[in-house]
């Protein structure tokens, strides 16, 4: 098993930028495939990034350009980079990971094991 925790959450101006970290506890983080998600109020919980094992990234279209989602040399952290932020950003993040995910299961919060406590994003305008 594997526990997660997200840091670098804040309140920041539209155009601005946020690093969001997601780092693991347990288990061999570099084997597990990792996700960003995000849940604003009244909306769904929807896929935001995601990175493969092998090191292969995912975007949702609207962040693609603005967000950039990595791993640490050590693989115990994984990232999301947000430039460019948008009001519409404005939602509680949460990361997600799972060892043995097929690529098409990637963009869905219900496939993965593990997840994290969230951390919330504020965008204003």
């Known amino acids: 098993q594997v526990q997660l925790g997200e840091s670098g959450g804040g309140l920041v101006q539209a155009g601005g930028s946020l690093r969001l970290s997601c780092t693991a506890s347990g288990g061999t983080f570099s084997t597990y495939d990792v996700g960003w998600f995000r849940q604003a109020p009244g909306k769904e919980r929807e896929f935001v990034a995601a990175?493969?094992?092998?090191?292969?990234?995912f975007y949702k279209d609207s962040v693609k350009g603005r967000f950039t989602i990595s791993r640490d040399s050590a693989k115990t952290t994984v990232y999301l980079q947000m430039d460019s932020l948008r009001t519409e950003d404005t939602a509680v993040y949460y990361c997600a990971a799972d060892q043995h995910l097929i690529q098409s299961s990637l963009r869905t919060w219900s496939q993965y094991d593990y997840w994290g406590q969230g951390t919330q994003v504020t965008v204003s305008s």
């Open positions: 990175i493969r094992r092998n090191g292969y990234t």
